[in-house]
């Protein structure tokens, strides 16, 4: 709860006062506060659960007595790390990665123990899995991250609930001759600081400004000039034309400086894809990911937009999806496991997953055209998903002698039973060899999927 710099602090504070309306509520927002209320009877928990070392002790308590979690973020490998490898405990870390992903994650965490690190990992292995499946159900406020929980095996119910929003009339802002673009929130590298600065340089107009409120994280470069923490955004809001809400990767987060800004009102751009891509195109400026990034932030800072227009989209799609009372219903649906969940209850057996890759079999061959079917349950996706693009890497050989390699981009994303056609290298006498990759990821001796003389 505040005073916490946190995001999900500011979200708890206004969910207690509705949700104690509907039910007898305690709320527990600090170790020695729990360690009190264990000496009563253990009653319903909710756990709210983001991705930073504020939540370190939510978490093992959620482990220690399962209840129903609120997963701000579908990722807490962050969280992990804090609690094990940040504190030299390399065998902690691997097996916390083992518990949530199996071998391969397994061999991640000693990979990064040992210098080797991306972090692109800490997406690609979530680690929220474990503690989802001990749970008596998990809550998100997206649908891309019920989907996602539920991609990795989570067998727990899951219920979409609206992220809530407040009803806050900001402060009368002073005017200003320039058009200000805002950029809020704790400035994590997901959130793209340095496109945004290249495309503010790129506009090259005096007659914008670029405000960035909030904290930096450790990693993120220091000449980038922030106002540092602030305890009220209002003021902030009001001061600002437009915002920027750009992600990627995704922690699967709902934002709640996005709900705020639909709340005021104001224009917003956000990255065109994941959860992002869930609003609708009235309510946001959506901007593309990849080549032309930049040149469409450009436009957005540059072009002039039919403002009440987007406010009162915004407004609409606040009053139909973002209201209180259906975000306290929704809580209720999961504290009491009733039917009702947009999302029901995971479709896949629990169990050690890598399920970064759809489940592949070539069912016909004619030359050098292959037929590539999806024989799992998820979809493979092959785009720029809060992941890096998946690739098939086709090789070569004459014996163990690798003679050509190439690799393969899919035309677009393959449903479970949808098949696609791809084209492949050939040379008589050869063998090919095909195998999944992901595009900037690197691989240590992986294992072909399929493997054929020519």
């Given at each position: 709860?505040?005073?916490?710099?946190?995001?999900?602090?500011?979200?708890?504070?206004?969910?207690?006062?509705?949700?104690?309306?509907?039910?007898?509520?305690?709320?527990?927002?600090?170790?020695?506060?729990?360690?009190?209320?264990?000496?009563?009877?253990?009653?319903?928990?909710?756990?709210?659960?983001?991705?930073?070392?504020?939540?370190?002790?939510?978490?093992?308590?959620?482990?220690?007595?399962?209840?129903?979690?609120?997963?701000?973020?579908?990722?807490?490998?962050?969280?992990?790390?804090?609690?094990t490898l940040a504190?030299?405990?390399?065998?902690?870390?691997?097996?916390?990665?083992?518990?949530?992903?199996?071998?391969a994650a397994g061999?991640?965490?000693?990979?990064?123990?040992?210098?080797?690190?991306?972090?692109?990992?800490?997406?690609?292995?979530?680690?929220?899995?474990?503690?989802?499946?001990?749970?008596?159900?998990?809550?998100?406020?997206?649908?891309?991250?019920?989907?996602?929980?539920?991609?990795?095996?989570?067998?727990?119910?899951?219920?979409?609930?609206?992220?809530?929003?407040?009803?806050?009339?900001?402060?009368?802002?002073?005017?200003?001759?320039?058009?200000?673009?805002?950029?809020?929130?704790?400035?994590?590298?997901?959130?793209?600081?340095?496109?945004?600065?290249?495309?503010?340089?790129?506009?090259?107009?005096?007659?914008?400004?670029?405000?960035?409120?909030?904290?930096?994280?450790?990693?993120?470069?220091?000449?980038?000039?922030?106002?540092?923490?602030?305890?009220?955004?209002?003021?902030?809001?009001?001061?600002?034309?437009?915002?920027?809400?750009?992600?990627?990767?995704?922690?699967?987060?709902?934002?709640?400086?996005?709900?705020?800004?639909?709340?005021?009102?104001?224009?917003?751009?956000?990255?065109?894809?994941?959860?992002?891509a869930e609003y609708?195109?009235?309510?946001?400026?959506?901007?593309?990911?990849?080549?032309?990034?930049?040149?469409?932030?450009?436009?957005?800072?540059?072009?002039?937009?039919?403002?009440?227009?987007?406010?009162?989209?915004?407004?609409?799609?606040?009053?139909?999806?973002?209201?209180?009372?259906?975000?306290?219903?929704?809580?209720?649906?999961?504290?009491?496991?009733?039917?009702?969940?947009?999302?029901?209850?995971?479709?896949?057996?629990?169990?050690?997953?890598?399920?970064?890759?759809?489940?592949?079999?070539?069912?016909?061959?004619?030359?050098?055209?292959?037929?590539?079917?999806?024989?799992?349950?998820?979809?493979?996706?092959?785009?720029?998903?809060?992941?890096?693009?998946?690739?098939?890497?086709?090789?070569?050989?004459?014996?163990?002698?690798?003679?050509?390699?190439?690799?393969?981009?899919?035309?677009?994303?393959?449903?479970?039973?949808?098949?696609?056609?791809?084209?492949?290298?050939?040379?008589?006498?050869?063998?090919?060899?095909?195998?999944?990759?992901?595009?900037?990821?690197?691989?240590?001796?992986?294992?072909?999927?399929?493997?054929?003389?020519?």
């Open positions: 709860m505040p005073p916490a710099r946190t995001g999900i602090a500011h979200y708890a504070s206004m969910l207690v006062p509705e949700l104690s309306r509907a039910c007898d509520l305690t709320v527990i927002s600090t170790p020695d506060e729990l360690i009190a209320d264990r000496r009563s009877p253990v009653a319903k928990r909710i756990y709210q659960l983001g991705n930073n070392p504020h939540h370190e002790w939510i978490y093992d308590e959620a482990i220690r007595e399962p209840g129903v979690i609120v997963l701000h973020d579908v990722v807490l490998h962050h969280l992990i790390v804090e609690m504190r030299g405990d390399v065998e902690g870390y691997v097996a916390a990665l083992e518990r949530n992903h199996g071998a061999a991640w965490a000693r990979g990064r123990a040992a210098g080797l690190h991306t972090e692109m990992g800490n997406f690609l292995f979530p680690a929220s899995i474990e503690v989802a499946n001990r749970s008596l159900a998990v809550i998100v406020h997206n649908r891309w991250a019920a989907d996602r929980l539920l991609s990795f095996g989570v067998q727990t119910p899951v219920y979409v609930v609206p992220h809530p929003y407040e009803e806050r009339p900001l402060p009368p802002a002073e005017p200003h001759p320039k058009r200000v673009i805002g950029l809020f929130g704790f400035l994590t590298t997901a959130k793209r600081a340095e496109v945004v600065l290249e495309a503010f340089r790129r506009a090259d107009d005096p007659n914008l400004e670029l405000l960035i409120v909030g904290e930096r994280a450790p990693n993120i470069d220091p000449r980038i000039l922030t106002t540092g923490y602030v305890d009220d955004l209002d003021p902030w809001y009001a001061r600002v034309d437009r915002l920027v809400n750009l992600r990627y990767p995704t922690a699967g987060e709902t934002s709640g400086t996005l709900i705020r800004a639909f709340a005021a009102g104001k224009p917003v751009a956000v990255s065109d894809y994941a959860q992002f609708p195109d009235d309510c946001v400026i959506k901007i593309p990911f990849g080549a032309g990034e930049v040149d469409a932030l450009v436009d957005f800072f540059r072009r002039e937009l039919d403002e009440a227009s987007i406010a009162r989209a915004q407004r609409q799609w606040l009053e139909t999806n973002a209201r209180m009372a259906d975000t306290v219903s929704g809580y209720r649906r999961a504290v009491e496991r009733r039917a009702g969940s947009p999302a029901g209850p995971g479709r896949r057996r629990a169990g050690p997953t890598f399920p970064l890759f759809a489940r592949l079999a070539v069912v016909a061959r004619r030359e050098n055209i292959l037929t590539v079917k999806n024989t799992g349950d998820v979809t493979l996706r092959t785009r720029a998903y809060g992941e890096p693009a998946y690739r098939i890497l086709a090789k070569l050989f004459d014996g163990e002698r690798e003679l050509d390699d190439r690799w393969l981009e899919l035309p677009g994303d393959l449903q479970p039973g949808a098949e696609m056609q791809i084209e492949v290298p050939t040379k008589e006498g050869a063998t090919l060899r095909l195998y999944h990759a992901l595009q900037g990821v690197p691989m240590l001796q992986p294992e072909p999927w399929y493997a054929a003389a020519l």
